[in-house]
């Protein structure tokens, strides 16, 4: 990022440049129109006053033109001076990007680490498809579909249509369309442990709580969808109700002012999109993105590791799809699995490297296992038990 960072400065030094020379010209092109009209007025007002004749009024517009001339092209000169100073600005901007990055990223690790290019395009057009969608950037992605000629049947779309078109209403505080949904996946949603549907009515409370004392027996009324969530919710419908007694006050003076905060349906949102996407089993951040943003903190790192191998001549170091060469910090943020690395190896495991479970409970990698066989028995390295290594157990974290 700090490449970024880097590049992003030099821009912002030529932006300010050129918003300095704009303002610069205007007010130089303003002063020299006012120089010229004062001028012209000055030598119509002297001819007239003077009384003088045709030859002497000739030699006075003269010597005022050249006076004019000379300083329009001082000030053309200075201008385009200035403008020639920023083409060097903007000459720093290229170099930085020359300097900070590498023009052949894809070099970055060899050919044979990925799958043929037609996989590649393929796997690539259904990623930016998917961000589409979710991103409700719904005309785009059927574009992208009719273009790429990429196969997308109905059931892929759907999961998406239906969410943004929730969004959509709860973007326009249009309830609707989500208590219908939150109502119709009741039970799965409970499973996820999910306050969904009892926010959606809290919601639709409120807002008839904010339509004054005339919404009050209606409110009362809509009161009874709280009952399947009493036991776990009370606190929160105790406020609502204690609410009521200042309706006919005001509840935007009274302590439950902060009801009707609009805050509530930012909240509404993220907390449907969240548990929509975890009931459909999609992610909750567009995998692009999140692929995006690893690959700005992973890919400046793995240059450094290419330029290391060259050096080196070792570049057969990294021919494995499903590993880097190298850890890379992340954060927690991308931790989306668990992962187990072997005790006695101290390597990763990976698909055609599993963890094993030993029969005494302790867990090492198949390759380890392999290298403590001695004569078809195999001894724990950490406890003494001795076993079939065939009794060995495969772990799916």
């Not at 990976?350 to 302790?362: A, E, F, R, Y």
Request: hydrophobic share 40%; glycine share 6%.
């Amino acid at each position: 990022m700090e490449q970024c960072a880097s590049v992003e400065r030099e821009v912002d030094k030529v932006l300010q440049k050129f918003l300095t020379y704009g303002q610069h010209c205007e007010q130089s092109l303003e002063e020299l129109l006012h120089y010229v009209g004062q001028l012209r007025a000055e030598l119509a007002s002297t001819a007239i006053l003077v009384g003088v004749g045709p030859a002497a009024t000739s030699c006075l517009y003269l010597s005022g033109l050249i006076q004019c001339c000379r300083k329009i092209k001082d000030t053309v000169q200075k201008l385009a001076s200035d403008h020639k100073d920023i083409h060097s600005s903007v000459s720093r901007v290229g170099k930085a990007i020359d300097r900070n990055f590498d023009s052949e990223i894809c070099g970055v690790v060899s050919d044979a680490v990925w799958d043929s290019r037609e996989k590649q395009q393929q796997t690539l057009q259904m990623a930016i498809l998917e961000h589409l969608y979710q991103q409700g950037m719904l005309s785009v992605a059927e574009e992208l579909c009719q273009e790429s000629t990429l196969n997308v049947d109905l059931d892929f779309k759907q999961p998406f249509l239906e969410l943004n078109r929730i969004l959509e209403a709860l973007h326009e505080q249009d309830l609707g369309p989500a208590l219908e949904w939150a109502v119709s996946h009741r039970q799965r949603l409970l499973e996820l442990n999910s306050s969904l549907e009892f926010k959606l009515h809290r919601l639709q409370f409120i807002r008839l709580l904010a339509g004054g004392p005339e919404k009050q027996l209606e409110a009362l009324s809509y009161a009874r969808h709280f009952q399947p969530f009493a036991h776990v919710h009370q606190r929160e419908i105790q406020v609502m109700m204690g609410s009521l007694v200042y309706l006919q006050l005001g509840l935007e003076k009274s302590p439950y002012c902060h009801l009707l905060d609009n805050s509530h349906w930012a909240e509404i949102c993220e907390t449907f999109t969240r548990d929509a996407c975890s009931l459909l089993g999609l992610s909750v951040e567009s995998p692009l993105s999140v692929s995006f943003a690893s690959g700005c903190v992973a890919l400046p790192v793995l240059m450094n590791i290419k330029a290391v191998m060259e050096q080196r001549q070792c570049s057969g170091v990294w021919s494995h799809k499903d590993e880097l060469p190298i850890e890379i910090e992340l954060g927690m943020k991308c931790w989306y699995h668990s992962v187990f690395a072997c005790p006695i190896l101290r390597q990763q495991t990976s698909d055609s490297n599993p963890p094993i479970k030993l029969i005494c409970g302790h867990v090492i990698s198949r390759d380890a296992l392999n290298k403590l066989i001695n004569g078809g028995k195999l001894k724990c390295p950490y406890c003494p038990m001795e076993q079939n290594p065939a009794d060995g157990k495969r772990i799916i974290f």
